[in-house]
């Protein structure tokens, strides 16, 4: 079975102010052809990646679409076929993201023309250049490695980044990425690191007894999950533990520190209540790279919260 889609390239979050233009564009040199490799658990016999060309500027073309077919060892349902699209989208998107050098400058994002589905037996090869504002130009090469993901590849995770990056509005992606945090803080690996409780269950229970009121009872019972812990230690705490112990922007170096991580569950409650506490610096600096080093980490290893 031969599956052919196409996968346009769009962009999100470019600037464009009085003096300022900043966007991406994707470019591509040489092509990719892959063989005999496992994608989402797929045993795929062979995939290649085939630009549309848009514009050529001497070496390079640039491009807004790519046809990518996929030859499977085994048939699949159309419903499992777009889930396997959509997991593409994402996965390439994240690909893309990844050699973004300037975020400000908005994200390249990977989006399935679900349309134009069809089947194919062309194969060719690609490597793909990002522009990513001004003279930048980041070059993502595709190997065969980077294809053979597991089975394992957490789609709740995954999908939640590429929303991120797909989102225009700045809270809108703080928002996405936010969830990935609470991923982790629903793990199981986070529920094994932080067993100490503040009260026992006996006692809660016992003084819920002696209120009349179902509601102050039912609050009282509900401190039974409190930890000794607060969040932001247990978070800064299980992302140390993970491997998120340092992260990069603009090739500066940050270490992970307890009040960054008390400033991401704070603008996080801000928002949430309607607040106007929110600083979108801090989101680039600090938020984005942390987000996306999870993201790496879980994807070189899928049972790093099991």
Sequence with gaps: MVINFPLMIKSSGGRIDIGTFMSNCVRFKNSACFREIFLFGVHILSVSINPRNIVVDKDFSVTEKFDFCFEVAKGMTREESIDFARKVESYFTLLLVRKNINPQSGFNYAEVDRLNFYTTNSFNDKVIHTTLSGKMTAQLELNREQWNVTNEYDNVIFSNYYDGVKANSCISKYFHWFLIIEVIEHSNRYKREFTELLFAASELDAIAKQFKSQAKSEAIKSLKGRTEKSRKRKLYEILQAIGVNEYSVY????????????????????????????????????????????????LKNPKLLD
């Design 251 to 298: 090739d500066e170096k940050y270490y992970l520190t307890l009040e960054t991580v008390n400033k991401i569950i704070d603008y996080r409650n801000s928002l949430f209540h309607r607040g106007e506490k929110f600083d979108e610096m801090f989101m680039w600096h600090h938020f984005f790279p942390i987000v996306r080093e999870i993201v790496d980490l879980l």
